[in-house]
């Protein structure tokens, strides 16, 4: 087990742990995405979208927030050398996750017909809906584990885990989905209704995600057990201390949870509204079918493509909770703030790159990845790739307002962005008739709020103010010089090469040449690039070329 200092100091190392598994697992499911979405079409994704938005929100007033939940808890034990305490926290933790995951577990699958039918206008996806119900049961558990072990300082056991749940949930998915579809098409004849066909497709590709989250839990009990001995060990050699009893662990992991559960339901019940306000009014407006498969390409496609680069801030939202409350039981402020600035210069040193990156080469990126008509996905693309900026912030920034103890706070920002989230999206919905931009542009708008309260708050709570220069003025010009230089080598190789060969040295150099501007203009020191999973191995090429 970590030792108190190792763990103060090595959070970015376990982020980027955490972050690296979390970009392979979405490029792994954005690859898993492609097959799935050719053999259920865009129809099917819709109804896959409705389903699992529903699902999304179940887990999230559950469980989702669990793991963020325990390892704030646990991580404020295990630095006083409390492991008993700590060991009872996963303990409640478990009987937590059984009663809420049992729960919406049941409330899903036996109210899947009026979650799918009255509340999103897509009664195709209850068939989805009512294999999903399992997981949250499955996602509860694992959530605890995982927490338990971010506690204790490392975010290994939970990056595996993710990766090893993707990769059954892409296998199975796509085995599912085209078992299913195909008897789907059986159901549909006899029934005489096409739409059948998509839906069963849809349900087999849930059927993934249930395997995948199986898998992972699976997983983690495995390395539980191997380190039981270890812990048994550390609750031996410590001191005597006062055992809190399980009536206290479960009103601390309540108090701590709801609010977190909250903030981040809040934060994403707003795709659930989004999906049923946007089906109602263009249903009012005549559309039928073509709406299910415009939002199809909103969340099959640019949804996931979007999410990808945000999972940077995920991963260290969640690495950095823990410490910074185990900064705050220490009282130690001024450790707080640095953890505080390292979190946000990382995440913006690759939410920059990105949002260019996914601005300039939309359509190269998409064509490498879909077939078929790619211009609205595209153009969501270059319309709303600024969110990722927006969101990654917003959701870091939530993080640290939960790590320094205020809870509420997020809750609050995230209560007061979406209600007038909603009002925009219903006037730019109705009156002005933006249809699926409408979506992005209110998305954006929700996020931009965050990031303003977010910041005041944070500023207001711990006197603290993000240095601009080397956290957004470097990174945002390397950006824009590595955008230029990617569009015209694109532009350039695509003429002979083809649209993939042409992305992918686009994107090579393109990225080599930011991370040269970066470090030329001194937007990352040496000492801060050690810190970083493979900043060593920048640092000394670029000392052989003499940038550094």
């Not at 959070?11 to 792994?28: H, N, Y």
């Not at 206008?121 to 068939?127: N, R």
């Not at 209560?415 to 007038?420: D, F, G, Q, R």
């Not at 230089?485 to 695509?494: D, P």
């Amino acid at each position: 087990m970590p030792s108190k200092k190792k763990k103060a100091n090595n959070f970015i190392v376990q982020g980027g742990i955490l972050a690296i598994a979390g970009v392979i697992t979405r490029i792994i499911g954005m690859f898993y995405r492609i097959p799935v979405t050719n053999i259920i079409g865009d129809e099917g994704n819709g109804y896959y979208a409705a389903a699992y938005q529903i699902y999304n929100i179940m887990l999230l007033i559950s469980s989702y927030s669990l793991p963020l939940a325990i390892s704030k808890i646990v991580s404020v034990r295990y630095s006083r050398q409390e492991y008993t305490n700590s060991d009872r926290v996963f303990k409640g933790g478990l009987i937590f996750a059984f009663i809420s995951g049992g729960i919406v577990c049941l409330l899903l699958f036996f109210g899947a017909g009026f979650f799918a039918g009255t509340l999103m206008s897509e009664p195709m996806s209850a068939i989805a809906l009512r294999i999903f119900a399992p997981t949250l049961l499955i996602v509860a558990i694992m959530g605890v584990v995982r927490g338990y072990f971010q506690g204790m300082g490392t975010m290994v056991p939970t990056a595996i885990s993710q990766i090893i749940e993707q990769i059954v949930n892409a296998v199975v998915s796509i085995l599912a989905a085209k078992t299913l579809f195909s008897y789907g098409e059986k159901v549909a004849k006899l029934l005489k209704n096409k739409h059948y066909s998509y839906a069963y497709g849809a349900a087999g590709s849930t059927l993934g995600t249930s395997s995948g989250a199986l898998a992972g839990l699976i997983f983690l009990l495995i390395v539980l057990l191997l380190v039981s001995g270890s812990l048994r060990r550390y609750r031996a050699k410590e001191e005597r201390r006062s055992v809190e009893s399980m009536g206290e662990i479960m009103s601390l992991i309540a108090l701590t949870a709801i609010p977190v559960i909250l903030s981040t339901a809040i934060y994403n019940v707003s795709d659930v509204l989004d999906n049923g306000i946007f089906n109602k009014i263009m249903t009012l407006k005549g559309q039928g079918v073509e709406k299910t498969a415009i939002w199809g390409i909103y969340s099959g496609k640019y949804k996931l493509m979007m999410n990808i680069p945000i999972a940077l801030a995920n991963a260290m939202c969640s690495s950095v909770v823990p410490t910074l409350a185990s900064c705050m039981a220490a009282e130690n402020t001024r450790a707080a703030k640095r953890k505080i600035f390292t979190a946000l210069r990382v995440t913006m040193l690759i939410a920059f790159p990105c949002c260019v990156g996914m601005t300039v080469l939309a359509e190269p990126i998409l064509s490498m990845l879909f077939k078929g008509d790619l211009t609205l996905a595209a153009q969501l693309m270059r319309v709303g790739s600024i969110s990722i900026l927006f969101f990654s912030i917003s959701t870091l920034t939530n993080g640290v307002l939960q790590g320094i103890n205020h809870l509420e706070v997020p809750v609050r920002h995230s209560a007061i962005s979406l209600v007038i989230h909603l009002a925009a999206l219903w006037v730019m919905l109705d009156y002005f008739n933006m249809g699926i931009y409408g979506v992005v542009f209110a998305n954006i708008l929700f996020a931009v709020l965050m990031c303003i309260m977010n910041q005041f708050a944070i500023k207001r709570y711990l006197h603290y103010k993000q240095e601009m220069p080397r956290t957004f003025v470097i990174p945002a010009i390397s950006s824009v010089i590595m955008g230029i230089i990617v569009f015209t080598l694109y532009k350039l190789f695509s003429k002979f090469l083809g649209n993939i060969p042409a992305t992918i040295i686009s994107i090579v150099v393109g990225g080599a040449a930011y991370f040269f501007c970066i470090l030329k203009l001194r937007g990352i020191r040496q000492e801060e690039l050690n810190e970083i999973p493979g900043g060593a191995f920048i640092g000394r090429i670029a000392r052989i070329f003499g940038i550094f």
